[in-house]
């Protein structure tokens, strides 16, 4: 397989938490940037990723889309960076990658759009309401340093963006235990150097 890693993003964009990634592997990689509504949706993006949203990644012959499987595929693809725990203990980090992925991201984003499930259609929804999914949240970033222990890893980059975005933009609670992991997750050279790559967010 060929080793070209190329990067499909728009600096708005949760592109932002694979550059982070791919700042982190230390993997050299170009960017492709891409606008929306021209470049996004033009045919030879969409034969990357059909959906003509951002990121994408090309590595060699393989695409991967969606935020968090790039990221677990970049730790997978680079292990040199140790971040992602050995197989055998990959529990907790898959766990909380897919909750990330899922109930996380549906409750924040349907919360922030103004849609609420009625309770008695809680059940429904796989993330039931709001406030458990951020209690369930609070628990995974309470119990250690980070979501896997003591070492950050893959899911850090992940989870770490979502609660670190939904801090500063007023989509999740503001918790003790929020902030402490998000000030703990940012505070490293591979955040600063993507943000100086991707600049301002605003």
């Known amino acids: 397989m060929s080793d070209e890693l190329v990067f499909y993003t728009n600096p708005k964009s949760r592109g932002r938490i694979v550059r982070w990634m791919l700042e982190e592997v230390g993997a ?4 492709e940037i891409l606008e929306y509504g021209t470049s996004m949706k033009a045919p030879e993006y969409l034969s990357i990723n059909p959906m003509g949203k951002v990121p994408a990644i090309r590595h060699g012959d393989e695409v991967v889309t969606e935020c968090a499987a790039i990221c677990a595929y970049l730790a997978d693809a680079f292990p040199e960076a140790k971040l992602a725990p050995p197989l055998t203990e990959r529990a907790r980090y898959y766990r909380w990658f897919f909750f990330g992925a899922g109930p996380l991201e549906s409750a924040v984003v349907n919360a922030a759009m103004g849609f609420v499930v009625p309770e008695e259609r809680e059940v ?4 039931g309401n709001l406030a458990r999914t951020l209690d369930a949240l609070e628990s995974a970033v309470s119990e250690s340093s980070f979501i896997t222990g003591e070492k950050f890893s893959a899911v850090d ?3 770490g963006s979502q609660v670190s975005w939904g801090l500063q933009f007023g989509t999740i609670e503001k918790r003790d235990a929020f ?4 000030e703990r997750v940012i505070d490293r050279k591979a955040y600063r150097r993507a943000n100086e790559l991707d600049g301002p967010m605003g």
């Open 179 to 182: 902030s402490s992991y998000a």
């Open 28 to 31: 050299s990689y170009t960017t």
């Open 157 to 159: 980059v992940y989870v």
């Open 124 to 127: 429904m929804a796989g993330y």
